[in-house]
């Protein structure tokens, strides 16, 4: 078994570096889609009238865009950003 050399020292510490870093970032992700998919959720509830119809488009005036939330036939929401447009 050979000594760790300085230079070999300092790749060990970026590797073990990169390695938490790594792990750091799949944990903010995974709570960033938790609080996506229940956002989500909230505004296909606030938005989407009980009596629907799988594939009707609702929209509503936020500032100078449109929310724009589809429901598709597995009651799952398709939400969108669009530029309001004015004439």
Known sequence: MTDVTREGEG???RWKTAM???DSARAR???C???LDNAMEALKN???PK???VGE???VAYGKEFIQIEVTEYNTAE???RPRNKV
């Open 79 to 81: 939400i969108k950003i």
């Open 11 to 13: 790749i060990i510490q």
């Open 33 to 35: 889609e938790v609080e």
């Open 46 to 48: 606030w938005l989407v």
């Open 57 to 59: 488009k609702f929209c």
């Open 29 to 31: 992700l995974s709570k």
């Open 20 to 22: 938490i870093e790594k």
């Open 51 to 53: 009596d629907y119809k």
